[in-house]
Nanobody, 119 residues
């Protein structure tokens, strides 16, 4: 059974930092793109960042560019999201996703981890 398990969320003051982790099990994603999305209360889920298997291509939403960094450790089957200079509007449930296809989007999703940024 394939599982993506996020961790590292919590409560942080504005201007602070958090590092999210997403550990995959059940299959290797070393050849697949992996990504982070988020969903704020009352809003639709939105893209945050993505990275191709080799790390050669990295994408960020404009709202997080310069503040968030996505990285991965294929040996650990894990993707990370380093978040700095956090703002209250970053408050959301953060989800990791894996194995992207143009026809179906991301095939695997985690259950999410809560991030709350207080002002």
């Amino acid at each position: 059974q394939v599982q993506l398990v996020e961790s590292g969320g919590g409560l942080v003051q504005a201007g602070g930092s958090l590092r999210l982790s997403c550990a995959a099990s059940g299959r290797t994603f070393s050849r697949d793109a992996m990504a982070w999305f988020r969903q704020a209360p009352g809003k639709e889920r939105e893209f945050v960042a993505a990275m191709t298997s080799s790390g050669g291509n990295i994408y960020y939403a404009d709202s997080v560019k310069g503040r968030f960094t996505i990285s991965r450790d294929n040996a650990k089957n894990t993707v990370y999201l380093q978040m700095s200079s956090l703002k209250p509007e970053d408050t959301a449930v953060y989800y990791c996703a894996a194995r992207y296809s143009t026809s179906g989007g991301y095939a695997y999703w985690g259950q999410g981890t809560h991030v709350t940024v207080s002002s």
